[in-house]
């Protein structure tokens, strides 16, 4: 029984660890996003959207970085 309950500690950190570095991983990308995003906003308000077409509008925030 003890072995049996070491073994699923040691399970369940790993799941832990795992599911922690990919939940960061999407997060740090959605944060990425969200902030390109925020300053595309902030450029279109300020310069407005001249000669920016919908394609390169749509390139510009979805491409990674």
């Known amino acids: 029984m003890t072995h049996e309950r070491?073994?699923?500690k040691e399970i369940r950190?790993?799941?832990v660890?795992?599911?922690s570095k990919?939940?960061?991983s999407y997060f740090k990308?959605?944060?990425t996003r969200l902030t390109k995003l925020q300053v595309?906003?902030?450029y279109v308000c300020v310069?407005?959207?001249v000669a920016m077409t919908t394609a390169q509008l749509l390139?510009?925030?979805f491409t990674r970085t």
């Open 40 to 42: 595309l906003c902030m």
């Open 17 to 19: 660890e795992t599911m």
């Open 6 to 8: 070491q073994t699923a």
């Open 29 to 31: 990308g959605y944060l």
């Open 47 to 49: 310069c407005g959207l």
């Open 13 to 15: 950190d790993e799941y």
């Open 59 to 61: 390139a510009a925030l």
């Open 22 to 24: 990919i939940y960061y």
